[in-house]
């Protein structure tokens, strides 16, 4: 009876390491990627240059990117996510406010200065503040070569077709006329 049970085992085993073989890297060296166009951000006294696949084509498949903040006195890299990475800045110069908020709705926070690093989770609401009369630059990299960013004010408001006002009214508790305001000064 053991000896048809170690059979049993090896074969089982034997059609099973095939299931589990796999190679977590990339398969290929290279594979350029087509190149459609990146938009600067510049929003409320930051400006992002980024460095994805959409710009340096060679980055496809190497699940790797970068960019580049640059903070005006006071200025706001507002609230948004990146769906497909995590993110770590690192400060090249000034200080910077800097914040994520967790699936449980609690504020993680901290000030980051010149030669600090911070990490912002995969998929979680962040921003960074200069709340500094100097300018800030930071650097962040990305494990995704092309992290995707949506900031939430303009998802909601500035949005095409767009959002209803009486959902974002609601969403806000505000009134109509409000959410009217707020579009026309987010798409100024």
């Given at each position: 009876?053991?000896?048809?049970?170690?059979?049993?085992?090896?074969?089982?085993?034997?059609?099973?390491?095939?299931?589990?073989?796999?190679?977590?890297?990339?398969?290929?060296?290279?594979?350029?990627?087509?190149?459609?166009?990146?938009?600067?951000?510049?929003?409320?006294?930051?400006?992002?240059?980024?460095?994805?696949?959409?710009?340096?084509?060679?980055?496809?498949?190497?699940?790797?990117?970068?960019?580049?903040?640059?903070?005006?006195?006071?200025?706001?890299?507002?609230?948004?996510?990146?769906?497909?990475?995590?993110?770590?800045?690192?400060?090249?110069?000034?200080?910077?406010?800097?914040?994520?908020?967790?699936?449980?709705?609690?504020?993680?926070?901290?000030?980051?200065?010149?030669?600090?690093?911070?990490?912002?989770?995969?998929?979680?609401?962040?921003?960074?503040?200069?709340?500094?009369?100097y300018p800030t630059s930071v650097i962040a990299a990305f494990n995704s070569q092309l992290p995707g960013t949506q900031q939430f004010a303009a998802a909601l408001f500035t949005s095409n077709p767009p959002v209803s006002n009486d959902v974002l009214a609601q969403t806000f508790n505000i009134d109509e006329h409000?959410?009217?305001?707020?579009?026309?000064?987010?798409?100024?």
């Amino acid at each position: 009876m053991a000896g048809v049970r170690a059979v049993v085992f090896v074969v089982l085993l034997a059609c099973s390491i095939g299931a589990f073989a796999n190679d977590p890297d990339m398969l290929q060296d290279v594979c350029v990627a087509d190149a459609s166009g990146q938009i600067t951000n510049k929003v409320l006294g930051s400006k992002v240059t980024g460095a994805n696949v959409m710009d340096i084509p060679g980055l496809n498949t190497l699940g790797v990117s970068m960019a580049r903040v640059d903070f005006a006195p006071y200025g706001l890299n507002p609230p948004h996510i990146h769906p497909r990475a995590t993110e770590i800045i690192y400060v090249l110069e000034g200080e910077l406010y800097v914040a994520f908020i967790t699936t449980g709705n609690k504020l993680i926070s901290k000030v980051v200065k010149t030669g600090e690093v911070f990490v912002f989770p995969r998929g979680l609401a962040h921003y960074q503040k200069n709340k500094s009369k100097y300018p800030t630059s930071v650097i962040a990299a990305f494990n995704s070569q092309l992290p995707g960013t949506q900031q939430f004010a303009a998802a909601l408001f500035t949005s095409n077709p767009p959002v209803s006002n009486d959902v974002l009214a609601q969403t806000f508790n505000i009134d109509e006329h409000n959410v009217e305001k707020i579009k026309a000064g987010l798409a100024a």
